[in-house]
């Protein structure tokens, strides 16, 4: 079965500083990838996908994510964190195992930025 | 805005009763899907449709149904409503029916009274 564990609930950084948004996952197959972003009272925005090829892969608002096969991670990572990026922020993988479009969610991560 | 929209925004209802969440895909996307976003449970895959067709079924409840139509929006009927259904409810699209990612909707803010 596959599987995505987020480490670390809530994550609080100030403005300007490094965010890194930790993602582990479990799968049998060659996973897809992908980190969505929830600000309050909206739906969920897809921040950036890994499917195949090039293992570090850019999203929109300067975030970015590596694939790291050896370590079963898909960290998120913004150099600079801006006070528009607090949000919720969710990492999943598509479920290859049965043919469908199912996505599986990690629990999330609450991104909080002080000025 | 994703273009997969859902009505109503919010809902209200009493233990018992019945409502119907509706949701129109992005533009030429065929496949349809239903989340619910819980603080408890988090977001959980309720139930897939492709092309009007079901695809895959997650822990979706008995009292729970959906279908897509022939235009392909969709409906997620769910009755005899407990206080724990209350949630909020995302559809989300895609083109493909499998190894793509999901435009979603805003979401209808379900509460069970």
């Known amino acids: 079965a596959q599987s995505v564990t987020q480490l670390g609930s809530h994550v609080s950084v100030s403005e300007g500083a490094l965010v890194l948004l930790r993602c582990n996952y479990s799968?049998?197959?060659?996973?897809?990838l992908f980190w969505y972003v929830q600000y309050p009272n909206q739906g969920l925005q897809l921040l950036l996908k890994y499917t195949t090829g090039a293992t570090l892969v850019k999203g929109i608002n300067g975030f970015e994510a590596e694939f790291k096969k050896s370590e079963t991670s898909f960290h998120l990572t913004k150099p600079s964190a801006h006070m528009s990026d607090a949000a919720e922020y969710f990492c999943a993988v598509s479920d290859r195992t049965g043919n469908t479009g199912k996505l599986i969610f990690g629990q999330g991560t609450t991104l909080q930025v002080k000025p | 805005d994703s273009g997969v929209t859902q009505t109503p925004k919010h809902l209200i209802t009493a233990t018992g009763q019945r409502v119907t969440l509706r949701c129109s895909p992005r533009s030429g996307d065929l496949s349809v899907y239903w989340y619910q976003q819980s603080l408890d449970q988090g977001l959980q895959f309720l139930i897939q449709?492709?092309?009007?067709?079901?695809?895959a079924k997650g822990n979706i409840l008995e009292r729970f149904s959906a279908q897509q139509f022939p235009d392909l929006h969709s409906e997620l009927n769910l009755s005899s409503l407990e206080l724990g259904d209350s949630a909020l409810y995302f559809c989300?699209?895609?083109?493909?029916?499998?190894?793509?990612?999901?435009?979603f909707g805003q979401g209808t803010r379900l509460t069970v009274v």
């Open positions: 799968s049998s197959v060659p996973p897809y």
């Open positions: 989300a699209s895609s083109v493909e029916q499998w190894n793509t990612e999901a435009f």
């Open positions: 449709y492709y092309n009007g067709e079901e695809r």
